[in-house]
């Protein structure tokens, strides 16, 4: 998809139903489920391979979701402005990616994670190059993907393990060595869905 397509179909996005990590399994959803804020950037630049994503791999040393793949993100500071400013922040201090060289494009209907948080998926377009930086202690690994693969709904796969004694299913879309899966994965396949419509 030629960039100035990609970046018109994403600009046109509204609306839209939520997404959630229960989707596939909305009988274990427990009641009463109080969320926090987050947000996170869908970055995506032109690349040699024509337009890529950006994704993170989180540090095997964290507490939480050590060496899953990530969008650059996390909660809604007091701080911030809203969502937007929470994704732009996050991707600025995770990647080293400048406010100045994003385009917002447009967000996204929240998704719900299993973990509590109520994150809002922001689309924005890389106006400029700019060399990642992944942020000591928390990210491993800043990769691409291309937009293509992502945007393919016959890329994801849906597979199942046991969590605290459940059996859970869960969206995949592998990409080389990159296992991408969770709320990232459903996240990018309510995305491709999107665009498919």
């Not at 959630?20 to 427990?30: E, H, I, K, Q, T």
């Not at 987050?38 to 989180?58: F, H, N, W």
């Not at 922040?89 to 060289?101: D, G, K, S, T, V």
């Not at 291309?146 to 994801?156: A, E, G, N």
Request: proline share 8%; glycine share 10%.
């Amino acid at each position: 998809m030629r960039p100035n397509d990609l970046i018109g179909r994403l600009r046109a996005l509204g609306g839209g139903d939520p997404s959630s990590d229960f989707d596939l399994n909305p009988g274990l959803r427990p009641e009463g489920l109080r969320l926090r804020a987050a947000a996170v950037l869908v970055a995506i630049g032109e690349g040699r391979r024509g337009p890529e994503l950006y994704l993170t791999k989180r540090a095997s040393g964290l507490k939480h979701h050590p060496g899953q793949i990530a969008f650059p993100g996390g909660k809604v500071d007091d701080t911030d402005a809203g969502a937007v400013d929470a994704a732009l922040r996050e991707a600025e201090e995770e990647i080293a990616l400048p406010r100045a060289n994003i385009t917002v494009l447009a967000t996204m209907p929240v998704h719900e994670t299993v973990t509590g948080f109520s994150v809002t998926p922001v689309l924005g377009w890389i106006s400029d190059e700019f060399s990642p930086i992944p942020e000591r202690g928390e990210v491993e690994e800043v990769f691409t993907v291309p937009v293509d693969h992502v945007m393919d709904p016959s890329k994801y796969i849906i597979e199942s393990r046991y969590y605290r004694g459940v059996s859970r299913e869960f969206y995949t879309v592998p990409y080389g060595p990159y296992y991408i899966w969770g709320a990232t994965a459903r996240m990018l396949r309510a995305l491709a869905d999107r665009l498919a419509a």
